[in-house]
C-alpha cells in the first residue's frame, strides 16, 4: 500500500507505513462471533447506538442510551441499581471493548458517561464465544473512543431541567511529525438533581488513551478511565402501591421512599493495555490487559411492606436503615490469534484465544437499629426518620472468582455465496468466600467445567440480501439452594435464531427481520420462603422465550437518518404459562432526525418508545404507553452547533418499571446545549 498523508500541527507528512493508520481508521467490532465481521454478515442479530445519536438526543448516561436500543428494556427499579433484559431474559454481560465480567445477580451499579465512548453495541442471544458464562439474552458492549489520524476535538456546555448543569471535552493529537503516536482525552462533568424528592446526582470522569506504533508491526494501546460519581437522597428499593383490594395509588411523580441523611457513593477505576503485533499479511496477535476496581459506601434507607400492599391512610411501611463498604476488582488477560488462510481453493477467517479473568468482591455493613414500622402516611418528608448511630463494622460476604477460557472460531467460505461459522467455547469457572451475587451463600472451591458450541450459516440471496441462520448456548453458575439447602446446577442458556438481513438505497441502510427461540434451562426461580433460615428457596425451571425482531436503520437520504425497531415475545415457564409478567411481551422504538431543505442549519430530531403494558402478581400494573422525545439543533457556524432537547414531550405520566416495587419515569424536562468543535 502507498503512504497515507496524515495532517499534524498544520503540515502534511508522508507515513513511513500505514499499520496504525489502519488500526485507527479502520476498526470493525467482533460482534457475537470474536470474527471481525461486519453486522450484515454476523448470523445474530446486533443493534448500535452511535454517539451522534447519543448527542442529539441528549444523552449523557447508560441507561438512557440503552433505552434507544432494539429489543433492551432497562429496569430501573432503584435510583442507582439497574437490571437490563433482552428477549425476556436479564442481561449478565457488560462488556467495555469486549471484555468484561458478568453483572452480579444481572444488576450493574451506578451508570457510565456515554460521552467516553464511540458506541454502544447490543448483540442478543447467547454468547459464548465473547466470554465464558452468561445467558440466552444478550451482551451489551460499550466501545471506547480510540485516538484518531487528525487533531480536534469539541466541547459540550448544557444546562436545563432540575439544575443540570454539564460541561465536557473530547481532545485528539497526533503527537509525533510521522504520525505514529496519537492520544486522546475526554472529560466529562455533570451536576443534577432530580424529579424525584432531594435525589441529586454529580459524576466525574475522565479518560485517557494512547496509541503508537512499535516497530513495522506493532501497535500498542494504552488507556485509562476515572469516574466519581455521588448520589444523595437515593431510593433503595422502590414505591409500595397495591392497596389490598388490588387498587392502585396514585402518588406524585416525584414521590420518593429516601430520607435527607441517605447516600450512594461509587469510585471506580480502570485501566488497559492492549498490543498487535501483525504475524504476516494475513494474521496477527494481539495480547490485551484490563483491570478494574472499584468502592463504594452507602447509607440507605429500605422502606417496605410485609404484606405487599399499603393500608387505606396509606400506612403500612416499614422502615429499614442501612450503611455498607464494598471494594471489588477484577483482571482479565486474553491472547488471540487471527487471520485468514487457504483452503480448497477459498479464503476463510478464523481466531483462536485463551482468556483468564479473576473477580474479587468483599462488602461490609455496619449494625444498626432493626426495621421498625413507620407512623407516617406515604408519601412522607425526608426527615421522618432520622440517621441512626451506627455500630460495629463487620465483613458481609467476601468472595472470589476466576474463569479461565479457551474459545475458537472459524467462517469459512464454502461457496461464493454460502459462508459457515462454527466455534467453541470451553470454560473452567472457581469460585470461593461467600457468593459475590449475594445471599450468604458459602462456597469451597466450587468448580464449574462446560463447553458452548456456536454453529451459525449465511447465504447471499443477492449482492443486498442476506439470509441466515444461527445456534449458540452458554452456562451460567447459580448460588441459589433448593428446599433442602443444595445449590442448583448452572443453567444451559440456549439461542436459536434465523433471518434476513438486506441493504437498501445504495447500501445506506440497512434492515433486519429475525425469528428467535431463547431458552434458559435450569433457570432458578423462587419457589418458597424458609422460615427457619428466613431467606428464599429456588427451584430449576425452564423458560422459553419466541419471538421476532424487526430493526431498519441508516440513512433514507442524505439528509434523513432513521433507526427503527420491534420487537414482539412470548415468554413461557414449564407448564407452557406465561411467566416474568412484568417483561413487555412488545416493544417499539423510533428514533428519526433531518436537515430542514429551507434552512440547511436547523435539524430537527423525534424518538418514540412504546411497549405494551405490564404488572406484577400482587403488585402493581402498567397499561401500554408511549413516550416521545425531540430536538433542534442549529449551526451558528462552521464550529458552534445550539441543541435543544425536550425529553417527554407530552408529559406522560407512567412507571418506568413494576417488577420490584415501582417508581414513576420522568416528566417532560428540557435541556440546551451548545457544542464548539476544537
Not at 411 to 417: E, I, M, Q, W
Amino acid at each position: 500500500m502507498r503512504p497515507v498523508p496524515v495532517v499534524s500541527q498544520g503540515a502534511e507528512v508522508q507515513l513511513s507505513t500505514v499499520t496504525v493508520q489502519n488500526k485507527r481508521e479502520l476498526r470493525v467490532s467482533k460482534g457475537a462471533t470474536n470474527l471481525p465481521m461486519e453486522i450484515k454478515d454476523t448470523p445474530q442479530t446486533i443493534s448500535t447506538v452511535d454517539k451522534e445519536s447519543l448527542r442529539d438526543f441528549g444523552v449523557s448516561n447508560s441507561n438512557d442510551a440503552l433505552r434507544m436500543g432494539t429489543g433492551i428494556h432497562v429496569e430501573e427499579w432503584e435510583t442507582n441499581r439497574t437490571g437490563y433484559s433482552a428477549r425476556g431474559f436479564d442481561v449478565m454481560l457488560t462488556q467495555v471493548d469486549g471484555m468484561g465480567m458478568t453483572n452480579d445477580w444481572g444488576l450493574v451499579e451506578g451508570q457510565l458517561d456515554t460521552f467516553l465512548f464511540e458506541k454502544i453495541e447490543l448483540v442478543r442471544g447467547a454468547n459464548g464465544l465473547l466470554t465464558g458464562v452468561g445467558n440466552a439474552s444478550g451482551t451489551i458492549n460499550y466501545v471506547r473512543k480510540r485516538p484518531t489520524n487528525k487533531d480536534g476535538g469539541e466541547v459540550q456546555l448544557a444546562g436545563g431541567s432540575n439544575g443540570l448543569k454539564r460541561v465536557a471535552l473530547d481532545y485528539n493529537k497526533v503527537l509525533t511529525e510521522d504520525g505514529k503516536w496519537a492520544g486522546r482525552l475526554v472529560v466529562a462533568q455533570e451536576d443534577k438533581d432530580s424529579y424525584l424528592r432531594a435525589l441529586s446526582n454529580k459524576r466525574s470522569s475522565i479518560y485517557g488513551v494512547l496509541e503508537g506504533q512499535i516497530g513495522t508491526d506493532g501497535v500498542l494501546t494504552l488507556g485509562l478511565t476515572y469516574q466519581d460519581a455521588k448520589q444523595r437522597s437515593p431510593m433503595w428499593g422502590s414505591l409500595t402501591l397495591p392497596y389490598a383490594d388490588g387498587r392502585l395509588a396514585d402518588f406524585d411523580v416525584s414521590s420518593s421512599t429516601s430520607q435527607d441523611w441517605t447516600r450512594w457513593n461509587n469510585k471506580s477505576l480502570n485501566a488497559f493495555v492492549e498490543y498487535t503485533h501483525a504475524l504476516s499479511p494475513d494474521w496477527e496477535a494481539k495480547i490485551a490487559y484490563n483491570h478494574t476496581q472499584g468502592e463504594g459506601n452507602t447509607k440507605l434507607f429500605y422502606a417496605y411492606s410485609k404484606s405487599g400492599h399499603l393500608n387505606n391512610d396509606n400506612t403500612g411501611l416499614i422502615g429499614w436503615p442501612y450503611r455498607s463498604e464494598n471494594e471489588s476488582q477484577s483482571d482479565i488477560v486474553d491472547l488471540n490469534l487471527s487471520g485468514r488462510f487457504d483452503a480448497f481453493g477459498r479464503q476463510h477467517d478464523a481466531v483462536f484465544g485463551l482468556s483468564h479473568s479473576k473477580q474479587t468482591s468483599l462488602t461490609y455493613s455496619f449494625a444498626a437499629p432493626a426495621a421498625s414500622a413507620l407512623s407516617a402516611p406515604f408519601p412522607y418528608s425526608g426527615d421522618i426518620y432520622p440517621e441512626p448511630t451506627w455500630g460495629a463494622k463487620k465483613v458481609a460476604s467476601d468472595g472470589d472468582q476466576a474463569i479461565t477460557r479457551l474459545y475458537a472460531a472459524t467462517r469459512l467460505t464454502l461457496t461464493d455465496r454460502l459462508k459457515g461459522i462454527v466455534g467453541l467455547n470451553s470454560i473452567k469457572l472457581q469460585r470461593n468466600g461467600t457468593a459475590i451475587y449475594g445471599g450468604g451463600t458459602n462456597l469451597d472451591n466450587e468448580t464449574t467445567e462446560k463447553s458452548s458450541p456456536y454453529v451459525g450459516a449465511t447465504y447471499d440471496i443477492t449482492p443486498d440480501t442476506l439470509a441466515y441462520a444461527s445456534y449458540s448456548d452458554i452456562f451460567q453458575a447459580q448460588d441459589q439452594r433448593n428446599v433442602n439447602g443444595a445449590f442448583l446446577a448452572p443453567m444451559k442458556g440456549v439461542n436459536t435464531e434465523v433471518g434476513v438481513k438486506a441493504e437498501w438505497l445504495n447500501r445506506k441502510l440497512l434492515t433486519t427481520f429475525a425469528v428467535f427461540s431463547a431458552t434458559q434451562k435450569g433457570l432458578a426461580t423462587i419457589a418458597g420462603f424458609d422460615t427457619v433460615a428466613q431467606q428464599n428457596y429456588y427451584a430449576p425451571k425452564d423458560v422459553t422465550s419466541r419471538g421476532f425482531e424487526i430493526e431498519a436503520t441508516g440513512r433514507i437520504n442524505a439528509d434523513t437518518q432513521l433507526t427503527a425497531g420491534f420487537t414482539s415475545l412470548k415468554l413461557t415457564g414449564p407448564d407452557g404459562n406465561d411467566i416474568y409478567e412484568w417483561v413487555p411481551r412488545r416493544t417499539l422504538k423510533l428514533r428519526a432526525d433531518t436537515r430542514v431543505p429551507m434552512l440547511p442549519s436547523l435539524r430537527l430530531g423525534s424518538a418514540l418508545r412504546w411497549q405494551s403494558d405490564v404488572s406484577k402478581i400482587g403488585g402493581a400494573r402498567q397499561d401500554a404507553y408511549v413516550v416521545a422525545d425531540a430536538f433542534a439543533s442549529y449551526e451558528l457556524n462552521n464550529k458552534t452547533t445550539l441543541r435543544l432537547n425536550i425529553n417527554n414531550v407530552f408529559d406522560k405520566k407512567y412507571l418506568r418499571t413494576v417488577q420490584y416495587g415501582a417508581i414513576y419515569g420522568a416528566p417532560r424536562n428540557l435541556m440546551v446545549s451548545l457544542d464548539y468543535k476544537l
